[in-house]
């Protein structure tokens, strides 16, 4: 996993042409969880907390970003997210290990995509908004293989 983090330049591209960033988080894929609303006994209002989660993943990813070598850019940007989970002990097989797979189980690929996205947010974009395409893969990570994430940035 180590070997995939850094610049890559695109096949038939020339100096000063976009770049593409591949980064990799390790450890158990992260994903955007709700707002929690409580009504304030004393003063009547509905205030918001967020989970704590949300904003310590965001700056772990963040900081993966940084080491990378991501710097804001202006214009259009391209983001490509594969959320690798840890295989469940359940799944394991003996005679013939599980190699990667397709994973349908919660948590569903826009809230990965959403922490992920906000998190790049002043790091390899200005704003979030700039994001003109995106893809979101979820598997299972190969049998004994750790989870991991793996984010790809490149200028559109």
């Given at each position: 996993?180590?070997g995939?983090?850094g610049v ?10 976009a ?7 390790p ?8 707002a929690?609303?409580f009504?304030?006994n ?7 907390s967020?989970?704590?989660?949300n ?5 772990k990813?963040?900081?993966?970003a940084?080491?990378a ?7 259009p ?6 959320a690798?989970y840890?295989l469940?002990r ?22 990965i995509?959403?922490i992920?996205?906000d998190?790049?947010?002043g ?6 908004a700039?994001?003109?395409r ?14 991991f994430?793996e984010?790809?940035?490149e200028?559109?």
């Amino acid at each position: 996993m180590a070997g995939r983090c850094g610049v890559v330049r695109p096949e038939g591209a020339e100096e000063g042409e976009a770049l593409k960033t591949i980064f990799i988080v390790p450890g158990e894929p992260g994903f955007k969880r709700r707002a929690r609303a409580f009504v304030h006994n004393v003063l009547h209002v509905v205030k918001l907390s967020q989970p704590k989660e949300n904003a310590s993943y965001e700056a772990k990813v963040a900081t993966f970003a940084r080491a990378a070598g991501l710097v804001p850019v202006v214009g259009p940007v391209v983001l490509g997210i594969t959320a690798y989970y840890t295989l469940p002990r359940s799944k394991h097989r003996r005679r013939k290990p599980c190699v990667r797979q397709a994973k349908t189980t919660k948590p569903d690929w826009d809230n990965i995509g959403k922490i992920v996205s906000d998190s790049l947010n002043g790091v390899a974009y200005l704003d979030d908004a700039q994001v003109c395409r995106a893809t979101v893969t979820k598997a299972w990570a190969a049998q004994g293989e750790a989870g991991f994430l793996e984010v790809e940035v490149e200028q559109a």
